[in-house]
């Protein structure tokens, strides 16, 4: 399962030093399973050949609106139409500048005037040339018009200057795209907050107790709610993970802090997905200086039980789902859990299972409902178990299929 499998995507390159980066997103996009029609300015073509394109591509790149070989001379506004979405990266000041006028003297240009598709600007250029009051006009002006823009990021510059100009990277263009395609997805205008990684109970300022999950199947699983269109949450115990682009994270360390934060969070929510492996015990006491050994040969740590979030989440109808990360009599332990905690479905797993478990980037899952119906998924990546989840999702909540197919939305 591909998040870009079947869409269309036009590439709008302008003359820039970052172009290199440009072919890295189109090889990316490939991989996703987009279809990438690539447009170059002139100076693009001074930077990269348009064979470089080509190639990752496995489609002609187009070069001129007077281009033989390419459809747009004999039909200017086909990649315009045929576009789910169009990216322009690099976008260069110049180019930035001829999309504020709505000039369509170059493939570029004619194909951003006709689509009706999301358009998503990247700029990269000089810090000077961004600061320009010109260049940011044009920019506020594309903003307005609803397109998006995704950059620049602030580093070192190729002049050597350091500033705001730079390119944003590939993963993060690649996320911009995600989001701006998921928008008509079935769990479009829908809530879903996802917990993902282990709490941390803190013993003293120096040591806590903590678990093994490093929170990749919570992010997968928020992934997956960008690609399906839906406001997507992520409350995140500490992890190492970038979320995707479009999530909003809300940080918390410990079970209590992430109850408050699933509770306020889920108040307005559509669904819940608890992927947090959550500390079922913290210290009575946690100490607010370092424990000393004090020459004992052994220490006792009281502990007490924390509350059980998902069980607590209650509204009408919210989809809640859960995980049991089981290492025996994984079913019978899972199910066992659908009833006390009210979920309408849960993911069971057998953390010692190869392809399973923490930090893994697959999973073998089965799906319990609440009636006790089983779906047993394969080995299978983590996004895609999040997708099959939201699926189940989605369709409990009666949302409609997704409605990429139907009309194009307005910018
Ligand atoms: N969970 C929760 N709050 C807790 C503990 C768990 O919301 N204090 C959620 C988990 O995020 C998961 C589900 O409940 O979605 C099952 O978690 P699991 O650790 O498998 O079960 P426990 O309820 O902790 O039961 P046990 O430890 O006895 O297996």
Redesign the pocket.
Known sequence: MNPLEGRSVALGVSGSIACYKAVDLASKLVQLGARVDVMMTEAAMEFVAPLTFAAVTHRPVVESLFDPKSEISIDHVAIAERADAVVIAPATAQTIAKLALGLADDPIGATVLATAAPVIVCPAMDAHMYDNPATQMNVETLASRGFVIAGPAEGRLASGLMGKGRLIETAEMVGHLRLALGRRGSLAGRKVVV?AGGTKEDIDPVRFIGNRSTGKMGYAVAEAAIDLGAETVIVAAPNALQPPVGARVEAVRS?LE??DA?LAESSDADAV????????WRPRERSASKLKKGGRSSFSLDLE?????????ERRGLVK??????SDDVLA??RK?IA??G?DL??ANDVTAPGSGFGSDTNRVTLIDRGGNVEELGVMTKYEVGRRILDRVASLLGCPAARRDAQPPAR
């Open positions: 917990s079970a992430m109850r699933v997905v608890m992927a947090a492996a959550v500390a079922d039980r924390t509350p059980d979030i998902i069980a607590e989440v789902v859960g995980f049991a990360a089981e332990n899972a859990k006390p905690k979920l849960i993911a």
